[in-house]
């Protein structure tokens, strides 16, 4: 504590150790109720964070938990049309309701909320982060087990508004082998532990090919090193997803929830829930 505190940390610069940190996150709507979220963030676009995100959402539905996802991803919504819904979501005097896909699972985002999807968004950065938090706080999620957060990418002020005003579970990072020597993992390995967040799992996308005549593994961007990057940060878990054209045009048709998909994530979505449960 400073010599003379005054105990008004507004008017005072001190660094000290009684200096209280502002609680910066956002209540959700009163009518929510939403027991775990979980981020998934990727160092730029295009990785297939958006493709994880949905496959941990199936993943989770399948398993009987009641499942939402919140594309976060403003300027490139992509969650809509992976599940296939394409109608506007609905608001009454009490708030916005998410639109519900084929299998039950909740949808927000802003392709849901524009006239027409096709419609870019050309916003700055504080009027994304204002719009994301009002998807926590003025839209009503129903008894949800599992919310999934379709993070805008990069590890910019954006993200980090919504690290700080959503309560988050855990963090799981996407990323193609090219990019995990990079810097995307310790990046988001110090904004999660600045915010005291785990990094529960790294989902190495496009991670290899199978040939189709021989069935032989191809490492297309040569020899996997998520295991080792994990290891390196102290990440629980690795998935891997190989690059799969089904999944492609599943993406595509809006597919991504029908039996016949192939869903990689399964398996780690059950550890995570695992370990999210041996936490409780
Ligand atoms: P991001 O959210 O990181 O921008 P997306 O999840 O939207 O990336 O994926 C980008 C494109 O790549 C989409 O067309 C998607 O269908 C495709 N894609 C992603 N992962 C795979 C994969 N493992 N195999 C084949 N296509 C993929």
Redesign the pocket.
């Known amino acids: 504590m400073a010599e003379n505190c005054s105990h008004d940390c507004g008017s005072c610069s001190a660094d000290c150790s009684s200096r209280e940190k502002p609680d910066l996150k956002k209540k959700p709507h009163e009518m929510s109720d939403i027991r775990r979220v979980i981020a998934v963030v990727?160092g730029?676009?295009?990785?297939?964070?958006?493709?994880?995100?949905?496959s941990l959402a199936v993943a989770s539905q399948a398993k009987g938990y009641v499942t939402a996802v919140m594309d976060a991803?403003i300027t490139?919504p992509?969650i809509p049309k992976?599940f296939g819904v394409h109608e506007r979501a609905k608001g009454d005097q009490f708030g916005i309701y998410p639109v519900v896909s084929k299998t039950g699972v909740q949808l927000m985002s802003m392709n849901l909320l524009l006239e027409n999807e096709d419609d870019p968004v050309i916003w700055r950065g504080s009027l994304i982060s204002g719009t994301v938090q009002q998807f926590w706080t003025d839209v009503i999620w129903t008894g949800v087990d599992y919310m999934f957060v379709?993070m805008p990418?990069g590890t910019g002020d954006v993200p980090l508004t919504l690290f700080q005003s959503i309560p988050l579970d855990g963090i799981i990072v996407?990323t193609t082998p090219q990019d995990l020597v990079g810097m995307i993992v310790s990046k988001a390995v110090k904004m999660a532990s600045m915010m005291n967040i785990p990094i529960l799992g790294i989902v190495e996308?496009?991670s290899y090919l199978t040939c189709p005549d021989c069935g032989k593994k191809i490492n297309v961007f040569g020899e996997s090193v998520a295991e080792a990057v994990a290891l390196e940060h102290g990440i629980p878990f690795v998935a891997k997803?190989?690059?799969?054209?089904s999944?492609?045009a599943a993406?595509?048709r809006g597919t991504i929830e029908a039996e016949e998909t192939n869903n990689y994530l399964v398996d780690f979505f059950d550890k995570i829930d695992g370990l999210l449960n041996e936490k409780k």
């Open positions: 990727s730029k676009g295009g990785v297939g964070k958006s493709m994880t995100c949905a991803d490139g992509s992976m379709d990418p996407v996308n496009m997803i190989p690059i799969d054209q999944l492609t993406a595509d």
